[in-house]
């Protein structure tokens, strides 16, 4: 009897210290998730304050300029797409010599 409550106390100790090093490692594995969160919001806003220097933000000269630019493209677009599809002459230097007969027209006048 003396050896089965020495046994069923052994038992007893080692499951208390099994709940022990559970308990610890669950603790430890939260702290290690806060300080993983922590680190990635951490390079999260780094990132992105090196995209900011990287990538400035651009003045609204330029934004106004890519604006204009992108309308242009647009406007081509149809005349461009006839001539590529061979269905109408070269859309640039139409445009050129009727450019060159109306300033010369304008300078004479």
């Given at each position: 009897?003396?050896q089965?409550?020495?046994?069923?106390?052994?038992m007893?100790?080692?499951?208390?210290?099994?709940?022990?090093?559970?308990?610890?490692?669950?603790?430890?594995?939260?702290?290690?998730?806060?300080?993983?969160?922590?680190?990635?919001?951490?390079?999260?806003?780094?990132?992105?304050?090196?995209?900011?220097?990287?990538?400035?933000?651009?003045?609204?000269?330029?934004?106004?300029?890519?604006?204009?630019?992108?309308?242009?493209?647009?406007e081509?677009?149809?005349?461009?797409?006839?001539?590529?599809?061979?269905?109408?002459?070269?859309?640039?230097?139409?445009?050129?010599?009727?450019?060159?007969?109306?300033?010369?027209?304008?300078?004479?006048?």
């Amino acid at each position: 009897v003396s050896q089965r409550l020495m046994v069923l106390q052994q038992m007893e100790n080692k499951f208390i210290d099994e709940n022990k090093e559970k308990a610890s490692q669950m603790q430890a594995a939260e702290t290690a998730f806060r300080r993983n969160l922590s680190l990635l919001m951490d390079i999260e806003a780094a990132e992105k304050s090196l995209q900011t220097r990287i990538h400035p933000i651009p003045s609204p000269e330029v934004v106004s300029l890519e604006t204009l630019y992108w309308a242009s493209v647009e406007e081509y677009i149809p005349k461009w797409e006839q001539f590529l599809l061979g269905r109408a002459p070269y859309p640039i230097g139409v445009e050129n010599e009727n450019e060159a007969e109306n300033t010369v027209q304008n300078e004479a006048q």
